[in-house]
C-alpha cells in the first residue's frame, strides 16, 4: 500500500512540475529582463529555462551579456557592453546606442550554474556576438554542423549584418548546407554562386562535395572540380603577390636600418656593431613620448604621439651617435678590428641600460589610422602599418639622396669620404663633418626604430635582429653608395620570403646566405664598388 501512494504522490509531482514548467514557458519577454535584473533567486532558473526554450532571437544579445559577464542594470534596463567604450541600451527586438559612464551601471552577475544552462544556445547566441570575429566564427561552424532547417535562420540573421567578413562566412556556412544537401537544384545554385565569386573558404567543403560517394549529381561534381582548380590557381597568385610585398616590406626595414650604416662605414671605415641599438633607442624613445602623452595630455590627442615620436627619435639617437662618435669611434677610425670590438662593447652597455631602465617587454600602441589594411581582394589585405613603413622609408631615401647630393654637407661628406686627407688641406673640417655623418646615420636608425614600433614590440635587443642582414646589404650594394644600399635592401627582403615561401625560414636563410657567398667571390666589392679612399684601385 505504501508502494502505491509513493509512486502516486511521485506521479502529482512530475505532472505538477510539468505543468509549471509549461507554463513557465510563456513567461513574457520583460517579465523575464526584470527577474533577471533584480535577481530573484526563487525565479532565476524559471527564467532562464523559459529563455532557452523560447529560442527567440530577440533575446540572444541579452543571453550573450550574460554568458560573457557583461550585463550592467542602468535606471532599470539592461545595459550591455559591446568592445571598447561604446555601451548598447537593451531595446527588445532592437539595439540603441547609448552613451553611459561607467561609474552608472550597476554590474549583474548570475551563478554559474545559470550561466551554464545557456550553453545550449551558445552557438546560436555567438551569430549576434557583438564581437566581428566571434560572430564570424560562429556562421562558420555551421559549415559542418548545419542542417537544411538552419538556412532559414542564418539567413534571417544576414539582414541586419553589416560586416562584410561576417556576411562571407553566413554565405559560406548556407552555401556548404546546400552542398551536402540532396537537392541537386540548389547545389546547382551554390556552384553557379561559386563561379561567379570564388571564395577560398569553401574550397573543403567543394572537395568534401566532390569525394561524396552518395552524391548523384555528376554534372554538379565536374563544375565543382573546375571551381577548385580555379580558386587553388587563384590561391597561387595571391601567395605570390603577398610573399612579394612582405618582401618589399621587410626590404624596407632593412633599407632604413641600413641607410645609416652604410653611411658610417663609408665614411669612415668604422665596422659599428652598436648600430642596431640606435634602432632600440628610436624604439624607446617612441615608448616615452607614449607614456607622456597618456600621462600628461588630454585623451583625444593621444594619436598625435606617434607623428610627434619620428622627429624625436631621429634627434635622440642621433645625439646618442654623436655621443659614441666622440668618446669611442673617434679614435677607431680606418682601425676595422678595433671599431668592432669597442662598438661591441657600447652595444652591450647600451642593451643592459635600456632593460635596466625599461624591463624586458614594452609595446606601443599604432595610431588608429593605421588600423586595419586595404582588402585588395579576399584573402589579399595590406596591412597600413606595413604600406607607412614603406611610404616612410621611400621619404628617408629621397631626404639622404637630397642632403648628400644636393647640398654643400653632402658635397664635404662625399670629399672626406673620397679622400680625407685632401678634404682637410682645402679647409674641411673633417672632425666636424665625421660627428654630423654620424648624427645623420644614427638618426636614421632611431627613425627606423619608431617604425618598427607599428609591427612589433619593443625589446631591449631588438636592433640585434637586423643588424647582420643590415651588414650583409650594405656589403652586397656596396661600401657607402645609395643606389646599391636600395637595391640590396629591396633584393634580400624580397628573396628573404621567397625562398620562406618554398622552405622552412632556417633553411631559407642558409640558401640566402649561400648566394651572398658566392656572390662575393664574384664581385668582392658589392654591385656598386667603391671608388673612394677604401678602394684598392
Known sequence: MKNKISIFVAFLMVVIGWTQEVE?????????????????????????????TNDDIATYPLISAIVDKRLFVYKGTAVTKFPGDTLYYSVYPKLETISVQQEKLSEVNFPRSIRTKFNVLSKKVNLVHPNKSVREMSFRSFKTTGVLSDVDFLTSLKINEEEEEVLLAADEAIYSIWLHSNNAALQNKVLSELEENMNVHMLDPLLDYVALKENTNVEGKERAKKIIENIESREKTINVIQNLFSGISLGSILLLVALGLSIIYGLGGVINMSHGEFVMIGAYTAFSVQQFFIGFLPE????????????????????????????????????????????????????????????????????????????????????????????????????TYFVFFKSKLGLKIRAVTQNRDMSASLGVSVKRIDSLTFFLGSGLAGVAGCAMTLIGNVVPNMGQTYIVDSFLVVVVGGVGKLIGTIISALGLGVLSKVFEFFYEAVYGKVILLLIIFFFLQYKPKGLFPDKGRHSDD
Not at 29 to 51: F, I, P, S
Open 300 to 399: 583625444s590627442w593621444f594619436d598625435l604621439f606617434f607623428w610627434a615620436s619620428l622627429p624625436l627619435s631621429f634627434v635622440v639617437s642621433g645625439c646618442f651617435g654623436l655621443l659614441v662618435e666622440k668618446l669611442v669611434i673617434r679614435h677607431l677610425y680606418s682601425r676595422p678590428l678595433e671599431s668592432l670590438l669597442g662598438t661591441w662593447g657600447v652595444s652591450l652597455i647600451l642593451i643592459q641600460l635600456a632593460r635596466t631602465i625599461f624591463g624586458d617587454v614594452t609595446a606601443v600602441k599604432s595610431p588608429e589610422i593605421l588600423s586595419g589594411g586595404i582588402n585588395v581582394t579576399q584573402g589579399l589585405m595590406l596591412p597600413y602599418n606595413r604600406l607607412f613603413i614603406i611610404g616612410l622609408t621611400l621619404v628617408m631615401v629621397l631626404l
Open 24 to 52: 513557465s514557458y510563456s513567461i513574457p519577454l520583460d517579465t523575464c529582463v526584470n527577474v533577471l535584473l533584480h535577481k530573484d533567486a526563487t525565479r532565476l532558473k524559471e527564467v532562464a529555462t523559459c529563455l532557452v
